[in-house]
T-cell receptor
């Protein structure tokens, strides 16, 4: 089944404790992206990747890191989480960079205390 | 910079009414792509439609229709004879080239409630 998977689905952590949210797609898509969703703000792009080893900042990259060492994986790293990073996070992929429809993962709800 | 505006934060309609969700976009690029996505209460994001900037034909898919007008930079979405299952948050999105890369910008979403 073609899908985007994210783990974990739910996470409660404390300020400053490094964490990684994994994202994997099995559709051989070139383009992958991370978004955060906050009430009243819609979906905001954190980082995106055009292909392996090619990443760029989205609209809200502060406090986040990403890497794209393999085509299928695009982990999101919070090296020192803070309460303002409490949010719902979505990973997405599409066949071509920004041109095609995006397939979204199920979301990760992160709470930083 | 590119921007997507969904001015309607929440809309409530009675079942079987028609409803139009507005989307206004801004971009300097001549080639761009517009999308609509649906997020039902269960939380997943579901693709509905994609339109490129060179195709201004309106599209109809069952009870859904989309009106793309470049002259007003709008890409509006109409649901005819709304049903309770249409209750969801709807996002409009724009993808255009930004410094050599294709960036995607979402609007803030319109929450549609269909009352039985």
């Amino acid at each position: 089944e073609a899908q985007v998977t994210q783990n974990p689905r739910y996470l409660i952590t404390v300020t400053g404790k490094k964490l990684t949210v994994t994202c994997s797609q099995n559709m051989n898509h070139e383009y992958m992206s991370w978004y955060r969703q906050d009430p009243g703000l819609g979906l905001r792009q954190i980082y995106y990747s055009m292909n392996v080893e090619v990443t760029d900042k989205g609209d809200v990259p502060e406090g986040y890191k990403v890497s794209r060492k393999e085509k299928r994986n695009f982990p999101l790293i919070l090296e020192s989480p803070s309460p303002n990073q409490t949010s719902l996070y979505f990973c997405a992929s599409s066949l071509r960079s920004g041109v095609d429809e995006q397939f979204f993962g199920p979301g990760t709800r992160l709470t930083v205390l | 910079a590119q921007k997507v505006t969904q001015a309607q934060t929440e809309i409530s309609v009675v079942e079987k009414e028609d409803v139009t969700l507005d989307c206004v976009y801004e971009t300097r690029d001549t080639t761009y792509y517009l999308f609509w996505y649906k997020q039902p209460p269960s939380g997943e994001l579901v693709f509905l439609i994609r339109r490129n900037s060179f195709d201004e034909q309106n599209e109809i898919s069952g009870r859904y229709s989309w009106n793309f007008q470049k002259s007003t930079s709008s890409f509006n979405f109409t649901i005819t004879a709304s049903q309770v299952v249409d209750s969801a948050v709807y996002f409009c999105a724009l993808s255009s080239n930004s410094g050599g890369y294709q960036k995607v910008t979402f609007g803030t979403g319109t929450k549609l409630q269909v009352i039985p």
